[in-house]
Nanobody, 123 residues
Framework: QVQLVESGGGLVQAGDSLRLSCTVS????????MAWFRQAPGKEREFVAA????????YYATSVKGRFTISRDNAANTVYLQMNSLKPEDTAAYYC????????????????WGQGTQVTVSS
């Protein structure tokens, strides 16, 4: 069973930075395309960023491009989301997701999900 555990969320002020981490259990992490999604209260889950198996390809939502950076460390079974210049509208629960695929998916068609970590940005 694949398990994803996110960490790094918290309460920050607008303009601050946070780094989220997602550690994946098992020995096949390098086979997974990974992504971050977020969901604010009363809203649908939305795509934030995705990264290929090797880390060589990344995609970002328009709303976070230039502020957020997704990366991965295959030796540590971990994917990261560096979030800079945070805005109140970034407030949401952030989820990481994994799928055994060569594709870099920006939809919710992932097989495995973490439990989420809350990010709250005050103005």
């Amino acid at each position: 069973q694949v398990q994803l555990v996110e960490s790094g969320g918290g309460l920050v002020q607008a303009g601050d930075s946070l780094r989220l981490s997602c550690t994946v259990s098992g020995r096949t992490f390098s086979r997974y395309g990974m992504a971050w999604f977020r969901q604010a209260p009363g809203k649908e889950r939305e795509f934030v960023a995705a990264i290929s198996r090797s880390g060589g390809t990344t995609y970002y939502a328009t709303s976070v491009k230039g502020r957020f950076t997704i990366s991965r460390d295959n030796a540590a079974n971990t994917v990261y989301l560096q979030m800079n210049s945070l805005k109140p509208e970034d407030t949401a629960a952030y989820y990481c997701a994994a799928r055994n695929t060569l594709e870099v998916l920006t939809t919710t068609n992932y097989d495995y999900w973490g439990q989420g970590t809350q990010v709250t940005v005050s103005s």
